[in-house]
């Protein structure tokens, strides 16, 4: 099994970097760092057009948690900085309901 050691996130936005959303490349995953780096210029030109402002940033996955990543959470600045990072999400579950106590270890 390949590790993934790079995602590639790239952002289209509006002139007014008031309105953006991720655009689909034809690779996003790379097995080194320097790999996505230099795929990078090349995936900002095949999205060229799609919006009027575009940015690009290489996320590096942990290899411990690269199954358990869930989300990407990103923000553009209003001076084109992208701000970028991959997340697990925490699962909580909680219950209201009552349950009758049990004595495990009393015979029957």
């Known amino acids: 099994?390949?590790?993934?050691?790079?995602l590639l996130l790239?952002?289209?936005?509006?002139?007014?970097?008031?309105?953006?959303?991720?655009?689909?490349?034809?690779?996003?995953?790379?097995?080194?760092?320097?790999?996505?780096?230099?795929e990078r210029p090349f995936?900002?030109?095949d999205v060229e057009g799609q919006a009027q402002h575009i940015v690009a940033r290489c996320l590096a996955v942990d290899p411990a948690l690269e199954d358990d990543y869930d989300q990407i959470v990103w923000n553009v600045r209003s001076d084109g900085s992208?701000?970028?990072s991959l997340g697990v999400s925490s699962l909580?579950?909680?219950s209201s309901a009552e349950r009758p106590e049990k004595d495990y270890l009393s015979q029957q």
């Open 43 to 45: 995936a900002m030109a």
């Open 10 to 38: 790239v952002i289209g936005c509006s002139n007014a970097m008031t309105d953006c959303h991720e655009l689909q490349v034809p690779v996003s995953v790379f097995e080194t760092a320097d790999q996505c780096t230099a």
């Open 1 to 6: 099994m390949e590790h993934i050691a790079a």
């Open 92 to 94: 909580v579950m909680a």
């Open 82 to 84: 992208l701000d970028a």
